[in-house]
């Protein structure tokens, strides 16, 4: 069996310092006094730690801008992906493109890499605790999407408070028992679309119930459309497009109209969502400009100067209705 590469992640315990702290030894060491140098230098030794050799420079260029996706198979990136190569095509920049595969663990091996490269980051959805994206945030110029932390640059689209309209469209079709159909349990957005839902829900005087956490694919659909109508709810709201589509295909294999049955909105507005069937009603955002701006962001960053629009930037989103939903059952 192989073993395990050394991480700086690794170093750091050994050294009893921030993996910020040896990535600065690696990269800067002029900026750590001799002592903690020699601390972390003692350490890798100790551990047979190789530092990855600086990022090579394009001819002509700047180097690279690494840009790391939850799941490269969901739609709703494509768009992200294509407004950061927009951005970055006159920048000197060439992007790198990760799959971190909804793990947090691959993200901090991915962003360990990328720290000991010196190569900038945009982290979209992230599945890091706050500490870990602040401790990674002081090792490398990095942006997140869809993630807000503090002293951490962000771009976001504002989902949940259209979350609320939706449950406000629901109501108005005379839906009184709804369903929160969860995404994952360490997702920022997860946590923010259920908050404001719930919370207009009670507003409102109607009945929101929420599922298990579910990882945001067609293939969970399945079992997230059992769990929805399990609860007796006439209407979902899902946490994405991808797992609204597998809902949708769940219900029509049991025989469950929509929505003369039941109603479906979804979040994303991503590729597949206008024609599934049927086509589905779901929370739009500006996915290409949310890749435009964090590259944007970055770039400023790394030139030294300040985005035009700030550090935290929050883009609106829509609801964008479909036929996915209707009148609520007799």
């Known amino acids: 069996m192989a073993k395990e590469p050394v991480r700086m992640r690794d170093v750091a315990e050994r050294a009893g310092v921030a993996v910020s702290t040896v990535s600065r030894v690696m990269t800067t060491p002029n900026r750590i006094s001799a002592e903690t140098r020699k601390v972390v230098l003692d350490a890798a030794r100790d551990l047979g730690y190789h530092h990855p050799p600086p990022a090579k420079t394009r001819p002509g260029g700047q180097g690279a801008i690494a840009v790391l996706i939850p799941d490269?198979?969901?739609?709703?990136y494509f768009d992200v992906i294509r407004g950061t190569q927009e951005r970055l095509r006159d920048s000197g920049y060439a992007a790198m493109l990760f799959d971190t595969e909804q793990s947090a663990i691959a993200e901090l091996t991915s962003?360990?890499?990328?720290?000991?490269?010196?190569?900038p980051a945009?982290?979209?959805a992230t599945r890091l605790t706050d500490e870990q994206l602040g401790e990674v945030a002081g090792t490398l110029p990095m942006v997140t999407i869809n993630r807000s932390v503090p002293g951490v640059p962000s771009v976001s689209s504002d989902t949940a408070a259209v979350f609320a309209q939706a449950v406000d469209h629901l109501v108005s079709l005379g839906h009184t028992r709804l369903c929160y159909v969860a995404g994952p349990a360490g997702s920022q957005s997860n946590r923010q679309r259920w908050e404001a839902s719930a919370a207009e829900a009670a507003r409102l005087g109607v009945e929101l119930t929420s599922t298990i956490n579910f990882i945001p694919r067609h293939d969970a659909g399945a079992a997230a459309a059992d769990?929805?109508?399990a609860t007796g709810a006439t209407a979902a709201l899902v946490f994405n497009d991808l797992l609204a589509i597998g809902v949708l295909a769940r219900l029509a294999a049991r025989g469950v109209r929509?929505?003369?049955?039941?109603?479906v909105v979804g979040c994303d507005d991503s590729y597949g969502a206008s024609f599934c069937s049927p086509p589905l009603t779901t929370v739009a955002s500006p996915?290409?400009?949310?890749?435009r701006e964090a590259t944007s962001m970055l770039l400023a960053r790394l030139g030294g100067g300040r985005p035009l629009l700030g550090d935290a930037v929050v883009l609106p989103?829509?609801?964008?209705?479909r036929a996915s939903t209707?009148?609520?059952p007799a």
């Open 72 to 76: 490269i198979t969901n739609p709703y």
């Open 111 to 119: 962003l360990e890499m990328l720290a000991g490269n010196g190569t």
């Open 122 to 124: 945009i982290l979209a």
């Open 227 to 229: 769990a929805a109508l």
């Open 258 to 263: 929509v929505p003369d049955d039941f109603s």
């Open 287 to 291: 996915s290409r400009r949310i890749g």
């Open 317 to 321: 989103s829509h609801l964008q209705i």
């Open 326 to 328: 209707g009148q609520a």
